[in-house]
């Protein structure tokens, strides 16, 4: 598995959840990072990136209370998750992208009200 997910879970609104992501050393070194999410019936959405010089990127929805950050010590992406709200729930997906594009298995968050 080159990148593996995981910090899910459910949490009631207005709760935090920290995601991970876990990545090979030759994935994690050589992409772009991000973070992604769907629900059902609709198109994955960008939540969040790392550019080149590592700066961030965010959706709209999530400034202010999603932080994208990394350890490169452990191959390690993560996604701070403040303030949630029910319209965050969704399948939560790592992406990596240099010369190909790699998926995570992706990890459920379930806000409830």
């Known amino acids: 598995v080159q990148l593996q997910a995981s910090g899910g879970g459910t949490v009631q609104a207005g709760g935090s959840l920290r995601l991970s992501c876990a990545a090979s050393?030759?994935?994690?070194?050589?992409?772009?990072m991000a973070w992604y999410r769907q629900t059902p019936g609709k198109e994955r959405e960008l939540v969040a990136s790392?550019?080149?010089?590592?700066?961030?990127v965010y959706a709209d929805s999530v400034k202010g209370r999603f932080t994208i950050s990394k350890d490169d010590a452990k191959n390690t992406l993560y996604l701070q998750m403040n303030s949630l709200k029910p319209e965050d729930t969704a399948v939560y997906f790592c992406?990596?992208?240099?010369?190909?594009?790699?998926w995570g298995q992706g990890t459920l968050v379930t806000v409830s009200s």
């Open positions: 050393r030759y994935i994690f070194v050589t992409s772009l």
């Open positions: 992406n990596a992208l240099s010369r190909r594009e790699y």
């Open positions: 790392l550019t080149d010089g590592d700066s961030t």
